[in-house]
C-alpha cells in the first residue's frame, strides 16, 4: 500500500480504484467521467460500466471520494 500526504481544499476529488478500472480505461477517459458525472455514487457506477464494456478482466474497484470540507 501506498501512502501519501495531500493538501486538499473543499471542491477536490479523489479517486480510488483497483487496476481492474485502470488497465481498461485511460486517464482521459477517467478525468472526462470524473467531471462529467458530479455524484460520486453514480460517476463510480460510470466507471466500472465502462470498465467492464471494454473487456473487465480483473476484479474493478471504485471509490470516489469529494472533500466537502475542512477541518
Known amino acids: 500500500v501506498d501512502v501519501y500526504v495531500v493538501r486538499v ?3 477536490d476529488r479523489f479517486l480510488l480504484a483497483s487496476d481492474g478500472l ?20 453514480e460517476c463510480a457506477g460510470k466507471l466500472v460500466e465502462l470498465a467492464n464494456e471494454r473487456g473487465g478482466v480483473d476484479n474493478i ?3 470516489i ?5 475542512v477541518a
Open 65 to 69: 471520494a469529494d472533500i466537502t470540507e
Open 61 to 63: 474497484s471504485v471509490v
Open 22 to 41: 485502470t488497465d481498461m480505461v485511460g486517464p482521459e477517459d477517467i478525468a472526462e467521467l470524473l467531471w462529467r458525472h458530479r455524484d460520486p455514487q
Open 9 to 11: 481544499e473543499p471542491g
